[in-house]
Antibody, heavy 118, light 109 residues
Framework: EVQLVESGGNLVQPGGSLRLSCVAS????????MHWVRQAPGKGLVWVSR????????IYADSVKGRFSISRDNAKNTMYLQMNSLRAEDTAIYYC???????????WGKGTTVTVSS | KFTLTQPHSVSESPGKTVTISCTRS????????VQWYQQRPGSSPTTVIY?????PSGVPDRFSGSIDSSSNSASLTISGLKAEDEADYYC????????FGGGTRVTVL
C-alpha cells in the first residue's frame, strides 16, 4: 500500500520559515510526479507546487512564487517544501500528493498544519 | 490561466441521483483531463474519477464522470446516493498550472 506522510508543520510568526517533509512508503518515489496542495481552515483545495519525477522541473502557484521552494531526494523517498517569508494567508493544512501521471494526484497524505500568527 | 466553477452545494435523498457540474473558464475543457476528488470531513482527499471518466479500483460504479464540450464543463454523477457519499467534491484540471474547483458540498437528506 502506498502511503505519504507529511511532517514539519508548526506555529510560526509572520516572516518566518518552515520546511515541510513528505516521506513515501510502498512506492519508489522516483516514479512519481509530486505536488503540494493546501487547504485553509474551512476553505477549498488550492494547488501550491509541482515537481517532476527527477526533480529537474518545478512549478509554483503565483501566490507562493519566490517564497516557497519544492525539492525531492529520491534516495530518501522524500519530498520537501521550504517555506520562507510566511504570511498569515499561508495558514493551512498542507497535503503532499502524487502519482504516475503528471496531471493528477493519485495518492494523498493526511496533511500537516501550518499556522502563521504572531 | 483558467478557473473551474462548481455549485456550492447540492442535496438529495438516499437512493436518488445527484450531478455536480464543473465549468471551465479560459481554455477548452476537452484539452486537459478532469479529475474528481472526494473529501469527507476531517479526512484528506481521495480520487473518485480520473482522466474525465475513469474510476480507480475500489470506487463504486455509482460514480461516473463525463465531459460536455458544448458547455465547456465536466460533470460528476453519483447514483443510488448513500449516506457515506456525504462529502465535499472537487474537480481538478491543468494547463501550465494545476487548478481545483471551489468544491461542492453533497448533503444526503
Amino acid at each position: 500500500e502506498v502511503q505519504l506522510v507529511e511532517s514539519g508543520g508548526n506555529l510560526v510568526q509572520p516572516g518566518g520559515s518552515l520546511r515541510l517533509s513528505c516521506v513515501a512508503s510502498g512506492v519508489t518515489l522516483s516514479r512519481y510526479w509530486m505536488h503540494w496542495v493546501r487547504q485553509a481552515p474551512g476553505k477549498g483545495l488550492v494547488w501550491v507546487s509541482r515537481i517532476n519525477s527527477d526533480g529537474s522541473s518545478k512549478i509554483y502557484a503565483d501566490s507562493v512564487k519566490g517564497r516557497f521552494s519544492i525539492s525531492r531526494d529520491n534516495a530518501k523517498n522524500t519530498m520537501y517544501l521550504q517555506m520562507n517569508s510566511l504570511r498569515a494567508e499561508d495558514t493551512a493544512i498542507y497535503y503532499c500528493s502524487g502519482g504516475y501521471k503528471y496531471y493528477y494526484m493519485d495518492v494523498w497524505g493526511k496533511g500537516t498544519t501550518v499556522t502563521v500568527s504572531s | 490561466k483558467f478557473t473551474l466553477t462548481q455549485p456550492h452545494s447540492v442535496s438529495e435523498s438516499p437512493g436518488k441521483t445527484v450531478t455536480i457540474s464543473c465549468t471551465r473558464s479560459g481554455g477548452n475543457i476537452a484539452n486537459n483531463y478532469v479529475q474528481w476528488y472526494q473529501q469527507r470531513p476531517g479526512s484528506s482527499p481521495t480520487t473518485v474519477i480520473y482522466e474525465d471518466d475513469q474510476r480507480p479500483s475500489g470506487v463504486p460504479d455509482r460514480f461516473s464522470g463525463s465531459i460536455d464540450s458544448s458547455s465547456n464543463s465536466a460533470s460528476l454523477t453519483i447514483s443510488g446516493l448513500k449516506a457515506e457519499d456525504e462529502a465535499d467534491y472537487y474537480c481538478q484540471s491543468h494547463d501550465t498550472s494545476w487548478v481545483f474547483g471551489g468544491g461542492t458540498r453533497v448533503t444526503v437528506l
